[in-house]
């Protein structure tokens, strides 16, 4: 074992691998992991190989951490650039789909894959140089209502692992971005509005980053990005619950809703009228984007 995975090794056995604490209160990825991959893409990776650029250590010895990685997508996209890269999930089945994605890969470095959640990190303090939070934190199910007490118990662990001037990279949806960037939403809106509920404000998330001695925040949005690639367009998308998979909004859309939806589809399907429906409902998607990146960096001294 080189000294580089003897390290990672024994960062990720001092603490134990914790199970259960702000599991994904709506979306079944045992299921969906089978299908995740079809639908989805990793956007946005020129803004974190720039954002990794800010941290005081040159990219090719940082230590990353995928923090909520599902399959894996994200940490493939930076293995053959960083020095180590640790993966974790709390959910069993998606955190296999990543291993598999890395087996048989050649890649000289290291990476080690954790079950555990995102606000207990099974690290030692001062760990990494970077961590990516990819379209995670909604799942934490937290809201106003707690003063977002979840988010803050994550940043605070981030802010803890994290090296001093480390780079936290945080890629969630804003309001605006749900409600404009994504033209199968317009059939589900009582879906949206409980997404909304999950994810703060950008001024709530920059001060509630700031608490957590998380400074020098910036934003970027990769506008072209598509989450779900180009399966996106898929006009049949919708009836497809392979296609749903791929975004869990619509596991929170109840039976009887969808039902309602699936006809409301099918009966645009048989007019011709699905298509010129997406197009009008994607009109503003070019104007705002997907998902943001808020990037945000460690106080040298905490
Ligand atoms: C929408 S997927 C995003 C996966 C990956 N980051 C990506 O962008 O492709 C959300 C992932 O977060 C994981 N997750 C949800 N809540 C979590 C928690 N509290 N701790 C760790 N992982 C969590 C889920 O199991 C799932 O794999």
Redesign the pocket.
């Known amino acids: 074992m080189s000294a580089g995975s003897l390290f990672f090794f024994k960062t990720i056995m001092r603490s134990r691998c914790n199970q259960r ?4 209160d709506f ?1 079944n ?1 045992h299921e969906t992991s089978q299908h995740y991959d079809l639908t ?1 893409v ?1 956007v946005g990776l020129e803004i974190i190989a720039k954002a990794l650029g800010r941290s005081p250590t040159p990219l090719a010895n940082q230590t990353l951490l ?6 894996g ?2 940490a493939a996209a930076f293995v053959s650039r960083v020095k180590g890269i640790v993966a ?4 069993p089945k ?1 955190l296999a789909a990543a291993k598999s994605r890395f087996n048989g890969a050649k890649s000289p470095t290291p990476v080690r894959f954790c079950r ?4 207990t990190l099974p690290l030692a303090g001062a760990a990494v140089d970077a961590i990516m939070l ?3 934190l909604h ?2 199910g937290d809201s106003a209502q707690t003063g977002w007490a979840r988010y803050r118990q994550v940043f605070w662990e981030c802010a803890r692992i994290l090296k001093p001037g480390g780079i936290l990279i945080v ?1 969630s949806c804003s309001h605006q971005q749900l409600e404009r960037g994504f033209w199968s939403y317009s059939f589900i809106p009582e879906a949206l509005e409980k997404v909304k509920r999950f994810l703060p404000a950008e001024a709530v998330l920059k001060e509630v980053l700031c608490d957590a001695g998380l400074t020098s925040i910036d934003r970027e949005v990769p506008y072209a990005g598509v989450l779900q690639g180009e399966r996106y367009f898929d006009i049949r998308g919708i009836l497809d619950p392979t296609w749903r998979d791929g975004d ?1 909004i619509w596991s929170l859309v109840p039976e009887t809703n969808l039902h309602a939806v699936l006809t409301e589809v099918n009966q645009l399907l048989q007019l011709g009228h699905m298509d010129e429906f997406m197009r009008h409902a994607d009109r503003q998607r070019h104007l705002v984007g997907q998902t943001t990146f808020t990037i945000a960096q460690r106080v040298i001294n905490l």
């Open positions: 604490t702000f599991m994904s979306e990825y989805r990793p995928d923090a909520g990685c599902g399959t997508a994200y974790i999930d709390l959910n998606m555990a959640a995102i606000d990819n379209q995670v799942h934490l890629n869990s």
